[in-house]
């Protein structure tokens, strides 16, 4: 079977795989990235969200071949528990989440919303999170994560952040 190549958390990797296999069994199965989870596998509820050239996608709808060459941001890459990245370290703050399931997607479409727009209002944050589903209903405090990172990452503000 002839693989195909792509770039997963800055790093080239191969996989054998057929073309079909969706992205998100390459990266739990083939690769052990193991974060990014299954949850509807129908593109319905975003807990398979990666980032696809800095675009979040669904990646139980993604067919391996469609991502040949690209680069794939996984939960994995996003921080670490050492160096956390900020989007991570105000869900802790806000203690965002119940069975945190739903939150590496979540992390995912957090992060390329403030990659785009940096001080995005509520409505905005909301929005950008409409194709995530959280069943534990910790909305309201995943909200204020958002906004407490986005606060934390915008130039001039202070390691600690305000709210
Ligand atoms: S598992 Fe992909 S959207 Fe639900
Ligand atoms: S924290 Fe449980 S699904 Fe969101």
């Given amino acids: 079977m002839p693989s195909i190549d792509l770039t997963v958390n800055g790093k080239a990797v191969s996989v054998g795989a057929d ?6 069994d390459v990266l739990r199965n083939h690769l052990g990235l ?3 989870k299954f949850g509807c596998g129908q593109e319905q509820c ?6 696809v050239d800095g675009r979040p996608e669904k990646s139980c709808g993604k067919a391996l071949s469609t991502v040949a060459g690209k680069n794939i941001l996984t939960i994995e890459g996003l921080g670490t528990p050492d160096r956390p990245h ?4 105000a ?3 806000e203690q965002a989440g119940q069975c945190g399931y739903c939150l ?3 992390l995912i479409t957090a992060k390329a919303l403030l990659d785009a727009n940096p001080s995005p209002s ?4 909301a929005a950008a999170l409409d194709d995530n589903i959280c069943r534990c209903g910790s ?11 986005a606060a934390r990452m915008r130039p001039g503000s202070s390691p600690g952040g305000s709210r």
Avoid: K, N, S, Y
Wanted: glycine share 10%; charged share 20%; hydrophobic share 40%.
């Fill in 19 to 24: 073309g079909d296999t969706p992205l998100l």
């Fill in 34 to 36: 193991v974060g990014t």
């Fill in 139 to 149: 909305h309201a405090r995943i909200l204020r994560a958002v906004e407490r990172a």
């Fill in 46 to 51: 975003g807990c398979c969200m990666v980032l």
């Fill in 122 to 125: 509520r409505r905005e944050i």
């Fill in 91 to 93: 869900f802790l703050d």
């Fill in 86 to 89: 900020p989007l991570q370290q």
């Fill in 104 to 106: 590496p997607g979540i």
